[in-house]
């Protein structure tokens, strides 16, 4: 299913940022290590060849430099084809349930990769 048919695009509530940070994602016995696309206080677009099922549940961990960890559960929303408007192919993670010390650290690190983004002139 794509974001588009899944009515995701017009119910977000968090605005996505453009990053180039990787992650772990486990799930249905598979352990993933791949690029984030976009991440919000909502979730993430994860870029793999090897998606999850829609609907499966994850443990998203991010280690992202000068940050501690983050951990969170997530459920995959969407997926999108390889061969889709020619965007890359991945799902879409939304997170469950952070508790308010996770959530903290995931707003302080969106916010660092904003600065980074001005700083280098990144518009995505």
Same mark, same amino acid.
């Given at each position: 299913?794509?974001?588009?048919? $899944?009515?995701?695009?017009?119910?977000?509530?968090?605005?996505?940022?453009?990053?180039?940070?990787?992650?772990?994602?486990?799930?249905?016995?598979?352990?993933?290590?791949?690029?984030?696309?976009?991440? $919000?206080?909502?979730?993430?677009?994860?870029?793999?060849?090897? @998606?999850?099922?829609?609907?499966?549940?994850?443990?998203?961990?991010?280690?992202?430099?000068?940050?501690?960890?983050?951990?969170?559960?997530?459920?995959?929303?969407?997926?999108?084809?390889?061969?889709?408007?020619?965007? @890359?192919?991945?799902?879409?993670?939304?997170?469950?349930?952070?508790?308010?010390?996770?959530?903290?650290?995931?707003?302080?690190?969106?916010?660092?990769?904003?600065?980074?983004?001005?700083?280098?002139?990144?518009?995505?």
């Amino acid at each position: 299913m794509t974001e588009e048919g $899944s009515g995701l695009s017009e119910n977000r509530k968090s605005t996505r940022i453009p990053t180039q940070l990787r992650c772990w994602c486990e799930g249905d016995n598979v352990t993933l290590y791949a690029r984030i696309s976009n991440l $919000s206080e909502g979730g993430l677009f994860l870029r793999t060849s090897t @998606p999850l099922a829609r609907g499966a549940r994850t443990v998203v961990k991010l280690s992202p430099a000068g940050h501690q960890d983050i951990q969170a559960q997530a459920t995959v929303v969407w997926l999108r084809e390889a061969e889709e408007r020619a965007l @890359p192919a991945g799902m879409g993670l939304r997170f469950e349930s952070l508790d308010s010390d996770t959530l903290g650290r995931l707003r302080q690190m969106i916010s660092q990769q904003q600065q980074n983004q001005v700083k280098a002139g990144w518009a995505g």
